[in-house]
């Protein structure tokens, strides 16, 4: 039996991916390798988004050469977006890759290893119409499971290189989606996050993204509903009533805007401005008290000028998200803006990444040491990675709870577990806490 290491790069639709190609290479007798030491394949599952992520792929593609080196009979491969954004250009720069796979390749992916073994192969070929279903995914061990409900996206924002590299949109039926969510409860998963890339502009024909919500919120042994990224225009007054009416649908919405600049807006191609995306945030705190709200930003796009930038870190002030991923432009062929002339320079960018990082910690250390005495439902993922004798989790509002392990009525807390938790000390990223008195493990059947 041969074995296959893969090693994954960028966000959680690569996670899932992943799992799929695992799943795939399994059922052809692959067996799954948890380091790359002694597999007869490796493969790098990479992201595009940013450049950044590419350096980062090309120097561990470096020192996986070395087992080439040891075992020649080693098959190296790339996959994902990196491979179908960058093409024959990575077998031509990386004498040690042995394949080269897009997103859309991985359903031949038994038939490439083989021809791998022999010759140099390249296959980034998008299809329009896979979904890989009928393949079951070798999942991670835990209490979330992904679970991919779209692929591809139709926005075309400019600084975005995710259609070029992961084609049109397309759904995976609801009834396929419910089966597979069925699937990972009857395991044990206690969570699912419903995976897209502007996911809540979900329809597979017949069903939108509130059926698909409403759904999978029926599934017996789930106790949380999550899904990411959605975007902006894409909230409508069903799903923001299905997010607040199904008690499973986690209080956590990925709200992306990028930035706070109408002419930055209307560069970028989103399909909203600031009035507008206000808006939506003030619709979805209002249907949903307490609803925790993360986003993206991007600095040093084109027609960013001082009195933009300005007006992203006020409204930053004004918007008060509870966490936020923040980074600089990063020019990416096959994207509109590729070809206009760089505006910003980097010293720049760095300045207003700086400047937009203080403001977002500052404002999430506070939003988090007014948690510090409140109380909340934490579902267990496992043992703290710092301290083997304590235990984190999550709450709804997807905040990282560490706390005390103990026996609670005779039974060990363990992954999986509902348990309320006083807080009682946070960092910027962090709360700390301690088992409430009195409280036995939560029905998984009833609350958030």
Not at 240 to 249: F, G, H, Q
Not at 274 to 296: K, Q, Y
Request: glycine fraction near 8%.
């Amino acid at each position: 039996m041969k074995s296959v290491y893969i090693e994954t790069y960028g966000c959680q639709m690569n996670v899932a991916d992943s799992e799929t190609v695992g799943g795939l290479l399994a059922r052809h007798g692959y067996a799954l390798a948890a380091t790359p030491d002694e597999a007869d394949v490796i493969l790098l599952n990479t992201c595009a988004v940013r450049e950044h992520a590419e350096e980062r792929v090309l120097g561990r593609l470096g020192e996986m050469a070395r087992y080439k080196q040891l075992r020649p009979g080693v098959v190296l491969g790339v996959l994902g977006c990196m491979a179908q954004h960058l093409k024959g250009r990575l077998l031509e720069q990386n004498r040690f890759v042995d394949l080269v796979a897009g997103p859309d390749s991985y359903r031949r992916l038994p038939d490439l290893l083989e021809q791998a073994a022999n010759e140099r192969i390249l296959d980034v070929r998008l299809n329009h119409t896979e979904l890989y279903d009928g393949i079951e995914p070798a999942r991670q061990e835990g209490v979330t499971a992904w679970i991919t409900v779209q692929r591809g996206c139709d926005k075309h924002c400019t600084f975005c290189i995710v259609p070029a590299v992961r084609g049109r949109e397309r759904c995976v039926p609801l009834e396929d989606v419910l089966r597979e969510a069925e699937t990972v409860a009857a395991r044990g998963v206690r969570e699912v996050c419903l995976l897209g890339q502007t996911v809540n502009s979900y329809h597979d024909g017949r069903h939108d993204f509130a059926d698909l919500l409403r759904a999978v919120a029926q599934v017996p042994g789930l106790l949380r509903i999550r899904f990411t990224s959605p975007y902006p225009t894409d909230f409508n007054d069903r799903t923001i009533e299905v997010m607040a009416t199904e008690p499973k649908i986690a209080r956590h919405v990925h709200l992306p805007l990028q930035s706070a600049s109408d002419r930055v807006l209307e560069k970028a191609r989103r399909r909203y401005n600031i009035s507008g995306f206000d808006a939506i945030l003030r619709r979805l705190r209002e249907a949903i008290p307490g609803i925790a709200v993360s986003t993206d930003i991007i600095v040093g796009f084109h027609g960013e000028d001082e009195a933009a930038f300005r007006e992203t870190c006020d409204y930053l002030e004004k918007a008060r998200f509870d966490f936020a991923f923040m980074f600089k432009y990063s020019k990416r062929s096959q994207t509109a803006a590729y070809r206009w002339k760089e505006e910003i320079d980097e010293e720049t960018k760095t300045r207003r990444l700086q400047r937009v990082i203080e403001i977002q910690e500052r404002i999430s250390r506070e939003i988090q040491q007014a948690c510090v005495g409140q109380t909340a439902k934490v579902l267990v993922e496992g043992t703290s990675r710092k301290s083997g004798d304590r235990l984190f989790g999550r709450t709804s509002e997807f905040r990282q709870v560490v706390f005390d392990a103990e026996e609670r009525g005779g039974r060990q807390i363990r992954p999986g577990d509902l348990v309320t938790v006083q807080f009682t000390s946070a960092t910027g990223h962090t709360l700390l806490g301690r088992l409430v008195e009195g409280d036995g493990h939560e029905d998984l059947h009833q609350r958030r």
